[in-house]
């Protein structure tokens, strides 16, 4: 036991006085995370900035502008029309909200039994749909809600918020779980370049002319990329938390055991690949070919139902398209690909393929 | 026979081929205790190979093949507890220190020698905090017989030690192994340079093609095959080779690169009628001089090759 950890204490010295391997391992996945989490979350969160633009000024319009401060989603932005509407040209603001002169008069005639009748204008930018409608409906619930109030009736037909993270928008919480199996996938893989590095140099076959055990060097190795694997996941998903608010869902000790698995499975295909390649420069090359249309086509950073169909038939054999929907379903409760159990089950074959690849295939110079 | 306590290497009719090519191919001989042995050819020769299936790397094809009494297949693990091994130019971990490759390589045996009396074995008191990349091409040398002495084995397996080696860094070297010599340590060494093995090795073995050509004590090597000594010199014009070859003692004449050879059973004879027929034809014989036969002629003679890099 002496012996493994004393050769892992070399490992994670031998890593961390390289730069290189440093920046690969660790700060790349940081790097995205940053990178992602800029791009999708926004400035100020998830929130849309709305002009608002009160020309009644009275109870009743502030009043409605309270409910609409009330709805998370958005962000309001007091100003005139003309400043508003500036505004949204600059690209300051996503809509305005524009409150006409009457709206309290309107409620009073409703209330004495007269017809009355007064319009909520919302300027919207036909190109960014999504967000108009999510400003109108808004828009709409809550003047609804002034409808039946002034009505002095009472809803009968009320909806009720459910929270469940849906794939189909693009967000950091979809991105996180995404960026960490990404993470563990180069890690695993990655762990080709200096095992067959130390092939090459003689260092395996020196080792191996003392009476040291096999599997203790093999088992150096695994330690050291699981350390990392941790400390990896740590620095995502706390980075993905202080920052970018993303919370997780689901248990720690769960997530743990996911990515431990996830690294253990990449970990055996970089051992498979190592056991095939002769040269550095080979493994250099052969790793990118494999990890780098994996991370496109496995819809980590895009929903799986996005590719193409005969992508998807693709995506359907890569692992890493697994390790990505079993954390994203266990960290931020995403859409799945598969079951859980299916995705886990697919790593641990995974996992057991590549080790027998490796017992059998491996060379040791 | 009991030969056990006595022998620290016994090898018969070893044989190991790869494919077609025949790396090693009937190669018998033993190691003494207490001696330096050493395995001389050139690149291709066989005898990385051979050392290599005596450390345990590769298994043999056939033959026998015993080190410190064990047979290296039934008990691999308690032979490489008591031998040390370099590797031909191996780097190790390039960004771990010479102190803590020692310590690391010590905690692979049951018994290592403290890393600081190591280092000073090897004279890298200075680098011990250096990281073996840093480390000059026989700073690299000397850590790597440093790591093949951390058990304190009883003996040692050299893979060319000084390949590669300006010749100030090569004589540090030998004064290195001859002080393991000293202290009774066994060697076996494989090398391409004839002065290296004439310097260090009690015995040598001439190995090409995979079999071994001659065995023996150098001097020995060399009395057997050239009784007689090097008669040589310069001349302009060149003196005929038929008249040289009449000359008392002389059994052969020849042109080497540049320079006119006698080999000569009477030494005092041949230069005697040397100077006094090059002076009847008025001809002055410059740059004389007299040599023992070396281990390289004895590989020109056996191998019809030079032996080189």
């Known amino acids: 036991m002496g012996t493994l950890l004393g050769l892992t204490v070399a490992n994670v010295k031998s890593l961390a006085r390289d730069r290189a391997a440093l920046f690969w391992t660790i700060f790349f996945p940081i790097m995205f995370v940053f990178l992602f989490g800029w791009i999708f979350g926004g400035s100020g969160g998830s929130k849309i900035s709305v002009g608002f633009v009160d020309q009644d000024g009275t109870q009743a319009s502030g009043g409605l502008r309270q409910a609409l401060a009330g ?38 005639q409703a209330r004495t039994g007269n017809a009355a009748s007064i319009a909520v204008q919302v300027y919207g930018d036909p190109s960014q749909n999504q967000t108009t409608q999510v400003v109108q409906g808004a828009v709409a619930q ?53 095992l067959v590095q130390q092939r090459e140099k003689g260092i395996l076959k020196r080792i191996g002319a003392t009476p040291l055990a096999r599997w203790k060097l093999v088992g150096s190795n695994v330690l050291l990329r699981l350390m990392v694997a941790i400390v990896d996941a740590v620095l995502i998903i706390g980075i993905g938390f202080a920052v970018f608010n993303v919370h997780i869902v689901g248990n720690l000790l769960e997530v743990g055991a996911i990515v431990l698995l996830g690294s253990a499975s990449f970990l055996a295909i970089g051992f498979a690949l190592a056991s095939f390649l002769k040269t550095e420069e080979q493994a250099q090359g052969v790793v990118q070919v494999v990890q780098l249309p994996m991370m496109f086509l496995s819809g980590i950073f ?64 | 026979m009991t030969q056990g306590s006595e022998l620290v290497i016994r090898v018969a009719d070893l044989k190991k081929h790869y494919g077609d090519v025949r790396a090693v191919d009937g190669v018998t001989f033993e190691v003494a205790r207490g001696e330096v042995f050493g395995m001389l050819g050139p690149n291709g020769a066989g005898k990385t190979t051979t050392i290599e299936v005596l450390e345990g790397l590769r298994p043999p094809d056939s033959g026998t093949v015993e080190v410190l009494g064990l047979d290296v297949l039934r008990h691999p693990q308690s032979i490489k507890q008591r031998i040390g091994v370099q590797l031909q130019s191996v780097s190790l971990y390039p960004r771990l220190t010479v102190t803590e490759l020692l310590d690391l390589f010590g905690s692979f045996f049951n018994h290592h020698v403290p890393t600081k009396q190591l280092i000073d074995a090897v004279d890298l008191g200075e680098r ?114 038929e008249l040289l070859a009449r000359l008392g003692g002389v059994s052969r004449a020849a042109q080497e690169e540049g320079q006119t050879v006698l080999y000569s059973n009477d030494v005092p004879g041949t230069v005697g009628a040397l100077l006094a027929t090059a002076d009847e034809v008025s001809v002055e014989p410059r740059n004389l001089g007299i040599r023992q036969a070396t281990l390289e002629d004895v590989f020109l003679d056996l191998t019809g090759r030079a032996l080189r890099d």
């Not at chain 1, 400043?83 to 008069?105: C, R, T, W």
């Not at chain 1, 598969?338 to 393929?353: M, N, T």
């Not at chain 2, 250096?130 to 000059?136: D, I, P, Q």
Request: glycine residues 8%; negative net charge; charged residues 15%.
């Open chain 1, 142 to 194: 809550v003047a609804n809600g002034f409808n039946l109030a002034a009505l002095g009736g009472s809803a009968i037909l009320t909806v009720s918020q459910l929270t469940l993270q849906s794939t189909s928008i693009s967000s950091v919480a979809y991105l996180v779980p995404s960026i960490l199996a990404m993470a563990l996938m180069q890690l695993g893989i990655f762990a080709a370049i200096p």
């Open chain 2, 128 to 241: 011990a905090h250096a990281w073996a990349m840093n480390l000059s091409g026989g700073q690299q040398q000397r850590l790597s017989i440093a790591l093949a002495l951390v058990n304190d084995p009883e003996l040692v397996f050299l893979d060319e030690p000084t390949t590669g080696l300006d010749p100030q860094a090569r004589r540090s070297l030998w004064d290195l192994i001859r002080g393991l010599q000293d202290k009774g340590t066994s060697v076996m060494l494989t090398t391409h340079y004839m002065e290296e093995a004439t310097e260090l090795c009690n015995r040598v073995a001439i190995m090409d093609h995979g079999h071994i050509l001659e065995m023996g004590a150098v001097s020995d090597l060399i009395g057997r095959r050239f009784r007689e000594r090097a008669v040589f010199f310069d001349s302009n014009p060149k003196l005929p080779m």
């Open chain 1, 71 to 108: 709805v998370t989603l958005l962000s309001l932005h007091d100003g005139t029309l003309d400043a508003e509407k500036a505004a949204m040209q600059h690209g300051d603001v996503s809509a305005v909200i524009v409150v006409p002169k009457g709206l309290q008069d309107a409620f009073v």
């Open chain 1, 302 to 365: 895009f929903s799986f139902d996005f590719l193409p169909g005969f992508l998807q038939t693709v995506a359907r054999f890569l692992p890493l398209t697994y390790l990505g929907d079993a954390l994203r379903q266990v960290m931020v409760n995403g859409a799945q690909v598969a079951p859980l159990g299916a995705d886990l089950a697919i790593l641990a074959g995974w996992l057991v393929v590549c080790l027998g690849i490796s017992a059998r295939s491996f060379r040791w110079e």
